[in-house]
């Protein structure tokens, strides 16, 4: 079969035929992609698998205009400027050529045809503020624990946890000094120490 038999066979729905075709050009597109290897700094299988994507959009849209093998690499040109992140001479004189707007609802695979692309996009600032609310969470439930632990030891015990670790006060008298008595070890100060 001709390159445009299998394009062709492959727009019916011939998976197969998409294979065979891929067959016919490889060489065609290996040539192509060992021209762009120096210039795109890609590595030569990167730019196998990039041209035969540029196949399969070949073939899905040759419209016989033109002979497959034009219009493939054409297609391949196309795929490799994408993939070495160059941009043509249009591209270059009209920046704004595949810009696409804010507003344009963003298509398959969301509940409504309403979620435009700007609904999509994330605000630093409330992520920033999302961030502090669970921090601030963590922290809450942190301190639910911590007051529930604290909760069990005799008032003594108590003021001198909070005066110490969490209002940072110095152990000055013998109250404070007989409160904190065992909690004076190295290992459980230290425990104690990071929940200020």
């Given at each position: 079969?001709?390159?445009?038999e ?9 998976r ?41 959009e070949?073939?899905d ?38 810009a696409?707007?804010?507003?344009a609802?963003?298509?398959?695979g ?43 030891l ?8 909070i ?5 940072g006060?110095?152990v ?6 007989h ?18």
């Open positions: 079969m001709t390159n445009e299998l394009a062709a066979a492959v727009q019916a729905g011939d197969d035929a998409l294979l065979t075709l891929w067959e016919q050009v490889g060489r065609l597109a290996a040539q192509q992609a060992r021209r762009w290897e120096c210039v795109g700094g890609l590595e030569l299988d990167d730019l196998m698998q990039n041209a035969f994507i540029a196949t399969m070949a073939a849209t040759y419209d016989g205009s033109a002979a497959f093998s034009t219009w493939l690499v054409i297609h391949i040109k196309r795929e490799f400027t994408s993939a070495c992140y160059q941009r043509t001479e249009r591209q270059r004189r009209e920046p704004l050529l595949n696409v707007s804010l507003s609802p963003v298509g398959e969301f509940d409504d045809d309403e979620t435009a692309l700007e609904d999509m996009i994330e605000d630093p600032s409330a992520a920033a503020a999302m961030e502090a609310v669970d921090e601030r969470d963590r922290l809450d439930r942190l301190h639910a624990v911590l007051m529930e632990a604290i909760d069990k005799s008032p003594a015990q108590q003021e001198a946890i005066g110490r670790y969490w209002k006060e110095k000055r008298n013998i109250h404070h000094e409160a904190i008595k065992r909690l004076r070890h190295p290992m459980v100060s230290k425990k104690l120490t990071a929940y200020r």
